[in-house]
């Protein structure tokens, strides 16, 4: 059966090939030639068989690849850009966004079903089974939108409302959204009967419903390294599949009554997320190889259930959570076992003997270390790549937590199944379960609040030290003598020297800015004589804006800011900074005495600590050889006028931001204040025609310009005209949304 692995394998890459680089009929044809070659010659040279199993694997699903994309995917890919009138069935209840409302739905197009995410500009309380008509602009997720998540989980359209719409309601909802309905139906039950301040994670830890899951939660979870348990995965199967064993008394035809529709409900209410079904997929082969009392292979049933996921949607090779899962899954069959047997055969145990408490505790410690560092295997570069952080503490995080988190799944269940028997009773059940989450969180904040609990990959010497660990680590496997003390010294040594360069680099600057690539956004770094300010946190997205700047900082050593600055009040400038300040606090927070419409200041002001200066006049900051100016409001004739403007100036370099400043507001800036002719500009409000005017151009002849801008972005940013402005004056021009992070050194 392990055909069948070497095969998915195969299968599995020729999706890849599609999704990230290309696929066409005639990969197709060559795969298949040479795989058919090598069977026949199979009995000549045996690494032929493996050869042969993976050739057709990619040469069937390079076909289906081309097929899928062919004939489903390619209707979709016609309707991007077009705004159309569509008729939509809900498919979920709907949820609050920013600008109005989200629903899951489905239209057809072409003959064809399609899942897509409607955008609504009004709250609207929509359950499944509604309908929806009315004009939308509709895009198609491509690799640039969220490849990972839409695409990865069969939403292959995003429809943005452009008209009115006619709603009408559902007398009941339809049986196939059943599981939906259950899922809306637990989560007002956790609402109503946990604590406040438990319900979210239950919540979580139940149904993956992560919506309510705090900034300052969610980022000491991915420090501490236990994000994966409050977001429905394979462990949570584990954890189910075990209490199913317990019920049935391990009895075969009971087993598999009971544990295989429960596995799929559980799958259905969690939405078929990547990681759940597979997990569900393996655990209903494991019940049917007891049923019938057949061999169960965990290789060949993790092969065959990420094939089956790639046969229904081959696109799932992209999502994040299916990668992790099946990497997570493949590190434990390969190295759990080995690592385990090394923990527990070191000299320190020697003498621990028979069945004491000793014993089973050595065994807790060693196979809770093998489970964890065999998963993180080939998960730790995935989770460096797309969450840019590996945690340093998470195999103590998990050992002090992962029990307690079966007990709360356990404990969650039972408060579900209580309430509809006896509310009180299981209000005190959930009081009591409170206080083993509150451990749980705990622990996960205290070790994440840890000096290098984390590193990012924001520095490339840490990304350096992960190709030189899994370096180390493949001539660790390779040696005949192994000596894994040689090995982890080796991977400690060369933390430090990641460590001390990444530290280090930015010091040798004597001045230094960095223009993160935050989207339609802007967020800046100045640097200079050991000090570190940073101009505004917003972007597309506040929390991954807040993220990049912290972990960029944080890259370099620096846990605290000497000042930080807000230009406007603004999100796309100010919406990611009270985030940031939970990270990373600075020492002074410079902010313009202006109102704030939109609230922003309210998010901002707790973070502060009392450190905030609202700024009604021109402030100078001198330190060494380099000075910084933050600049009052010069108009207050709307919020982009009534923003700070700031010039920093280092021993051999000016630099000038003005935020959203007008062309009027930069000609009474330069009339009104002393501004020198510039090294670097940071071109105003992300390049549109209302800002950088001819006349600040002439005045500080900038030698370059920076453009924070987000890459094909609603607003047509950076103008045409504003680039041929530039261009006239001579500057070299660099854009986020071309460049990505920019970092300008002299």
């Not at 399609?114 to 895009?139: A, C, N, Q, S, W």
């Not at 704030?596 to 002001?605: H, M, P, R, S, V």
Request: charged fraction near 15%; glycine fraction near 8%; include cysteine.
């Amino acid at each position: 059966m392990r055909k069948l692995m070497w095969f998915t394998l195969g299968f599995g890459a020729a999706c890849a090939l599609g999704a990230y680089v290309y696929c066409h009929w005639w990969m197709a044809l060559a795969a298949l030639l040479l795989g058919v070659a090598a069977f026949f010659m199979r009995k000549k040279w045996k690494p032929l068989r493996v050869a042969a199993a993976i050739l057709l694997g990619i040469a069937v699903g390079t076909g289906w690849y081309y097929a899928y994309n062919g004939l489903y995917l390619q209707e979709a890919w016609l309707l991007d850009g077009q705004t159309l009138t569509i008729s939509a069935e809900v498919t979920d209840y709907s949820y609050e966004t920013d600008y109005g409302c989200a629903v899951e739905a489905e239209i057809r197009a072409g003959g064809k079903r399609y899942t897509v995410r409607m955008y609504l500009d009004d709250t609207k309380h929509l359950i499944p089974g509604d309908r929806i008509m009315g004009e939308f602009r509709l895009r198609y997720t491509n690799d640039r939108e969220e490849p990972t998540y839409h695409r990865g989980n069969g939403t292959f359209l995003l429809a943005y409302q452009r008209g009115d719409i006619q709603i009408t309601l559902t007398d009941a909802v339809p049986y196939q959204y059943y599981p939906a309905a259950l899922r809306r139906r637990l989560t007002t039950i956790l609402e109503q009967i946990f604590p406040s301040d438990t319900a979210f994670f239950a919540k979580a830890l139940l149904l993956g419903d992560r919506t309510d899951v705090g900034y300052e939660i969610n980022t000491a979870f991915k420090v501490s390294g236990i994000s994966h348990i409050i977001a429905v995965s394979g462990l949570h199967v584990s954890i189910l599949f075990a209490l199913i064993m317990l019920i049935s008394g391990r009895r075969r035809v009971l087993t598999a009554l009971l544990g295989i529709p429960v596995l799929l409900l559980f799958a259905a209410v969690a939405g078929f997320t990547p990681s759940v079904t597979r997990a569900c997929l393996m655990q209903i082969l494991m019940l049917l190889a007891l049923l019938f009392d057949k061999e169960y292979d965990p290789a060949t049933a993790l092969s065959f259930a990420a094939l089956v996921m790639l046969i229904v949607n081959p696109v799932v090779i992209t999502s994040a959570s299916f990668q992790l899962s099946i990497g997570c899954m493949a590190g434990i069959f390969l190295f759990s076992k080995r690592i385990s047997a090394w923990v527990s055969g070191y000299a320190f145990w020697k003498g621990w003997k028979g069945k004491s408490l000793r014993v089973r505790f050595r065994n807790w410690i060693s196979g809770g270390v093998g489970v964890t560092l065999s998963a993180m295997f080939f998960t730790t570069p995935l989770v460096a790549y797309y969450f840019g952080a590996v945690s340093l503490v998470s195999i103590v995080t998990n050992l002090l937590t992962l029990w307690a988190v079966s007990m709360i799944f356990y404990g969650i269940m039972a408060v579900c199944l209580l309430y509809f028997v006896w509310a009180k009773a299981a209000a005190a059940l959930a009081w009591l379960i409170s206080w083993l989450i509150r451990y749980v969180l705990g622990v996960s904040q205290t070790l994440s609040a840890f000096p290098l609990a984390a590193v990012y990959t924001q520095s490339v010497f840490i990304v350096l030290w992960l190709v030189l660990c899994y370096g180390l680590i493949a001539v660790f496997l390779l040696s005949k003598k192994r000596q894994p003390f040689v090995l982890i010294c080796c991977g400690v040594l060369g933390l430090c020297l990641a460590l001390g360069c990444s530290w280090m680099e930015p010091l040798l600057d004597d001045t230094r800015m960095t223009v993160l690539d935050v989207g339609q956004g802007q967020c800046i770094i100045l640097q200079s004589d050991g000090r570190t300010f940073l101009v505004d946190c917003g972007g597309d997205s506040d929390t991954q804006a807040a993220d990049l700047a912290a972990e960029t900082l944080l890259s370099q050593g620096i846990s605290r800011l000497d000042g930080l600055i807000v230009t406007h009040y603004d999100s796309d400038h100010a919406g990611g900074v009270g985030y940031l300040l939970s990270r990373v606090p600075a020492d002074t927070v410079f902010l313009p005495d202006s109102p704030d419409e939109d609230g922003i200041l309210d998010t901002i002001l707790p973070y502060c600590r009392g450190a905030q200066v609202f700024v009604n006049e021109d402030l100078l900051l001198r330190w060494d050889d380099t000075s910084m100016t933050v600049f009052a409001p010069i108009l207050s004739t709307s919020d982009n006028e009534r923003g700070l403007c700031v010039l920093f100036q280092g021993e051999k370099c000016d630099i000038l931001v003005t935020g959203d400043l007008s062309r009027l507001g930069e000609r009474l800036l330069m009339m009104e204040k002393p501004i020198p002719k510039l090294t670097a500009l940071v071109v105003g409000h992300h390049g549109s025609k209302s800002s950088t005017g001819e006349a600040l151009l002439e005045a500080t002849r900038p030698e370059y310009a920076f453009i924070s801008v987000g890459a094909d972005n609603y607003y047509g940013h950076p103008s045409s005209e504003v680039l041929d402005r530039l261009t006239m004056f001579g500057c070299a021009v660099y854009r986020t949304d071309e460049d990505g992070t920019i970092i300008f050194r002299r």
